[in-house]
């Protein structure tokens, strides 16, 4: 089974940091590197792909990578998800996942910690794990 965690670069992040919020890009490049490898010690192959920014170029990357990894599994990070501004930015990758990848199984996480419990969600074969639906109810 394999994995690709999608999110943007950790970098971008410190841009306009905002004081109020915990979410920093140390947190965040710690996270994505901790669920990669929590996922290889599960069986699962994880990789990283990080977004430059909501680019064309940046969608033609990650069409190339979803060709070339053929993962079982894309996790879309929040950073892209829950900014309005990048709605149209989510949607594209989104249906580029669907159209490249389309046995891929979508999943999201919560916080920068839960990327890997969002792969292990959708992938009821990792480890063990029995999932939270069989493909019947999907």
Known sequence: MKALIVGLDPALLDVAP??????????????????????????????????????ETTL????????????DAVMIGAGVRLDPELSWFFERMVNLVVAVTPNARLCFNESPEAMA???????PTAAG?????????L
């Open 18 to 55: 905002d004081p109020n919020d915990d979410v920093t890009s140390k947190r965040v490049r710690a996270a994505m590197d901790d669920a990669v490898a929590s996922l290889e010690a599960a069986g699962i192959e994880g990789s990283l792909f990080l977004l430059a920014g909501p680019t």
């Open 117 to 123: 419990t969002a792969v292990r969600r959708v992938l």
């Open 129 to 137: 794990n029995a999932g939270h639906q069989s493909d019947e109810t």
């Open 60 to 71: 033609i990357d990650l069409e190339a990578a979803l060709r070339q990894r053929q993962p």
